[in-house]
């Protein structure tokens, strides 16, 4: 009885020092990974943008803030706070059966993982939901600043979806922790405008979703955007047969981008909120002035 006491004030304590730290494990991988990448691109970069980042970065990481803002404001708790909840009242399949506590862990960030490269085909695949997520895809550049770049209402969506993931599996607080830390570094590093040697990318990505990988992904031709949904692991787009190696035109010379919203403008933030509910696309006319290529 003694040590159940004590298990569950150890257990207590945990939680206490998740709350605490999460916020500043959080902005530190972020930033840490952010800078590394960034710095990383422009000694290395594997394609030359003709779009100046002074442009695309102040709307893109406009974006960023205004998502990160709303979901804070519109969400009474944090996934980490749904999985505490979960647990405390024996909900999911992890808090219904006796397993190590390693095991749910890796176990759920795998889980998660599948759930998140799931979630990307479906919106691909249906037409309400791809109008939400091609705002992620109308960058017609793609470097560290595309990787977190989504509209307000899919990253709505995607917590909620990710909210009845966890309580139905029973996720463990510190897997959400590991795995929200996780996607938000590879989702980085995966849309890095960063050159790896060839035989180095070739090995990493079995391992990990690679910049040439994910690159295919933004690519404008249909068949290229439709392949390679994953963000961490790459092994979903073997096993389910959307794996495509290369882009056809080769990472330097192919477009980045869809058909649709391809003027320059369209990468202004206010452009970028209503692309969802506009079938248009403004024009790519010469009298447009207001984003220049850098020549
Ligand atoms: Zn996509």
């Not at 989504?150 to 897997?175: N, Q």
Request: hydrophobic residues 50%; charged residues 20%.
């Amino acid at each position: 009885m003694g040590a159940l006491t004590q298990a569950k004030a150890d257990d207590h304590l945990t939680r206490e020092i998740i709350f605490s730290v999460e916020p500043y494990i959080r902005l530190a991988a972020f930033g840490g990974v952010f800078c590394l990448i960034a710095v990383w691109e422009f000694f290395k970069p594997r394609r030359q943008m003709a779009i100046r980042r002074g442009w695309r970065w102040p709307n893109n990481f406009g974006i960023i803030a205004l998502d990160t803002l709303l979901v804070r404001i519109i969400f009474p708790t944090t996934a980490v706070g749904i999985a505490l909840l979960a647990e405390s009242n024996g909900i999911g399949l992890f808090n219904m059966i006796a397993l190590p506590s390693w095991v749910a862990v890796l176990a759920s960030v795998v889980i998660l993982d599948l759930a998140i490269y799931l979630q990307h085909v479906i919106f691909h695949a249906v037409p309400v939901l791809w109008r939400l997520h091609r705002m992620h895809h109308t960058d017609l550049e793609f470097d560290v600043s595309t990787g977190l770049r989504f509209h307000p209402i899919e990253i709505l969506l995607s917590m909620l979806i990710k909210f009845a993931v966890i309580a139905a599996f029973g996720v463990p607080a510190l897997a959400v922790l590991i795995f929200e830390v996780l996607l938000n570094a590879t989702s980085m590093f995966n849309h890095a405008n960063l050159r790896i040697p060839l035989s180095v990318d070739r090995i990493l990505r079995w391992l990990v979703v690679t910049p040439d990988m994910h690159r295919v992904h933004h690519s404008i031709l249909p068949l290229e955007t439709n392949s390679n949904f994953g963000f961490n692991l790459p092994w979903w787009d073997r096993l389910f047969r959307t794996y495509r190696a290369q882009p056809a035109s080769g990472h330097e010379r192919m477009t980045i981008g869809i058909d649709q919203f391809r003027n320059p403008t369209e990468l202004r933030l206010d452009r970028l909120l209503s692309q969802p509910f506009r079938s248009d696309g403004i024009t790519n006319s010469p009298d447009n002035q207001d984003a220049k290529p850098k020549h």
